[in-house]
């Protein structure tokens, strides 16, 4: 049973320059969630995508935009990429049951933006 | 007031030690409760789930002082292998919610 699946592992962009993550949840999650872990840092909700839609979404700005496909998987896009987007970047899965479930994460993509 | 907040640490302990790290929320509406431990440069990996008073596996224990919105984690005889942050974890909102993360504690156990 394969679990949560992220790439590339890790990625080197400029500023100003555009990235795109990939997630694949583990086998029966219907549900991914996106989050930011700066160095030294807890990690930070971006958004939670539901049934192919954004269902609730952190403090960030509109640079950080997602997608659901009908097989569950997910992208992350970051658009005009700063210094301060370096960081690790999890996805993590659950089963949507109506309330808080456990999320179970990926191993990441480290993000160095040059 | 923050909305999860950890003891900032290092902890470092020699082995066999008991140690305990703390947790304060600021959603009293919150219902579950969740310890998380993360590996250097690794993903974050559920260690214990907290739903009432409290819970127990082993060496862990969390819990769990809804009056004083505070959790607790408890390692007792402390390993090597215990060596990690411990992330205090509490889900926003009480359905479908997203996590909200603590800084994390960093936890050295020394031979």
């Known amino acids: 049973d394969a679990g949560v699946t992220q790439s590339p592992t890790h990625l080197i962009k400029t500023r100003g320059q555009q990235v795109t993550l990939r997630c694949s949840p583990k086998?029966?999650?219907?549900?991914v969630s996106w989050y930011q872990q700066a160095l030294g840092q807890g990690p930070q909700f971006i958004f939670q995508?539901?049934?192919?839609?954004?269902?609730q979404r952190g403090n960030f700005p509109d640079r950080f935009s997602g997608h659901q496909f009908p097989n569950y998987s997910s992208e992350l896009n970051v658009n005009a990429l700063l210094l301060g987007d370096s960081a690790l970047y999890l996805c993590?899965?659950?089963?949507?049951?109506?309330?808080?479930?456990?999320?179970?994460f990926g191993p990441g993509t480290r993000l160095t933006v040059l | 007031r923050k909305e999860v907040e950890q003891d900032p640490g290092p902890f470092n302990v020699p082995e066999g030690a008991t140690v305990a790290f703390n947790c304060t929320y600021s959603?009293?509406?919150?219902?579950?409760f969740f310890w998380y431990r993360q590996d250097c440069r690794k993903e974050p990996k559920l260690l214990m789930s907290?739903?009432?008073s409290g819970n127990e596996d082993g060496r862990f224990t969390a819990q769990l002082n809804r009056a004083s919105q505070y959790i607790s984690l408890l390692i007792r005889d402390s390993k090597l292998s215990d060596s990690a942050t411990y992330l205090c974890?509490?889900?926003?909102?009480?359905?479908?919610?997203?996590?909200?993360f603590g800084k994390g504690t960093k936890l050295s156990v020394k031979p």
């Open positions: 993590a899965s659950n089963r949507d049951r109506g309330w808080s479930d456990t999320q179970y």
């Open positions: 086998s029966g999650h219907d549900t």
């Open positions: 995508y539901y049934e192919e839609e954004e269902r």
């Open positions: 959603n009293s509406a919150s219902q579950s």
């Open positions: 907290v739903y009432s």
């Open positions: 974890v509490v889900p926003r909102g009480g359905s479908q919610g997203n996590l909200i």
